[in-house]
């Protein structure tokens, strides 16, 4: 059951676009976002902030004053990171060797990829990257990715699940529908079936609970999520040996 269960999830993840989670814990070394680091380059400071020129509507350019300098929709201090998200949920945040308490008493999770520091101190604008994650000087946040599941995706794999698991004997477990009938004709009845070799190309899986959560979450039948990459944004470093 567990087995098949697991199968179901990760078929259905992917043909959702391999984007509901949560997926396993990551753990990144991440640089706090720095004062206006998302403007290529202002003209002016004056006591509210820097101006920004942009182009209106009608064509003119104009200067738009940006309040506060922490953050780009803030008029107060915010400090905040960017991850690589969305994320799913905060499994544990270390600084300095010290891990912050969570549930939103030193942080919160701003969708889909900000956390933002929220019990008045601010995230290490360095750290040293030589030293392991967790120990002086250090930062270092885990957490999951991923969409969160609604009660739609939870019948979806229900479905999946119980449907490969038909057909189970001692010897075997899974589904034993034969992919090669689409025709049936005996004693005067006749049935026309779909052919599941065509359902399975198009990113369905022919059980009614599962396609229409697909068709709802995927319509376009997209094999993974969207991403836009800046040369301009830091990546989070992440530690992949030893």
């Known amino acids: 059951m567990t087995r098949l269960q697991k199968a179901a999830t990760f078929i259905l993840w992917a043909l ?3 984007r509901y989670g949560p997926s ?3 753990t990144v070394r ?3 976002r720095s004062c ?6 202002s003209v002016q400071w004056g006591a509210v902030g820097p101006w920004i020129p942009y182009i ?7 200067n738009a004053s940006v309040c506060g300098c922490a953050s780009d929709c803030s008029c107060t201090e915010l400090c905040e990171v960017k991850l690589e998200g969305p994320v799913y949920d905060i499994v544990e945040v270390d600084v300095d060797g010290v891990v912050l308490e969570g549930g939103g008493a030193a942080y919160r999770v701003d969708s889909p990829n900000l956390l933002v520091r929220t019990d008045g101190e601010c995230w290490p604008e360095c750290q040293d990257m030589a030293a392991p994650a967790g120990t002086d000087g250090t930062f270092s946040v ?3 990715t991923g969409l969160l599941l609604d009660e739609a995706a939870t019948a979806a794999v229900s479905e999946l699940t119980c449907h490969l698991l038909k057909g189970c004997s001692p010897g075997s477990c899974g589904c034993k529908a034969n992919k090669n009938v689409t025709r049936l004709n005996r004693q005067g009845f006749e049935m026309e079936l779909a052919d599941p070799t065509l359902i399975y190309s198009e990113g369905r899986t022919g059980l009614p609970l599962a396609d229409l959560w697909l068709a ?3 319509p376009y039948g997209m094999a993974s999520a969207s991403r836009v990459y800046s040369p301009d944004y830091k990546r989070p470093r992440v530690t992949t040996w030893p």
Request: hydrophobic share 30%; with cysteine; charged share 20%.
């Open 216 to 218: 709802a979450v995927n």
């Open 30 to 32: 991440p640089c706090r």
């Open 24 to 26: 396993c814990p990551i």
């Open 142 to 144: 885990t957490y999951r």
């Open 36 to 41: 206006l680091d998302s403007f290529a380059f």
């Open 56 to 62: 209106g509507s009608d064509g003119l350019w104009r």
């Open 16 to 18: 959702s676009g391999r």
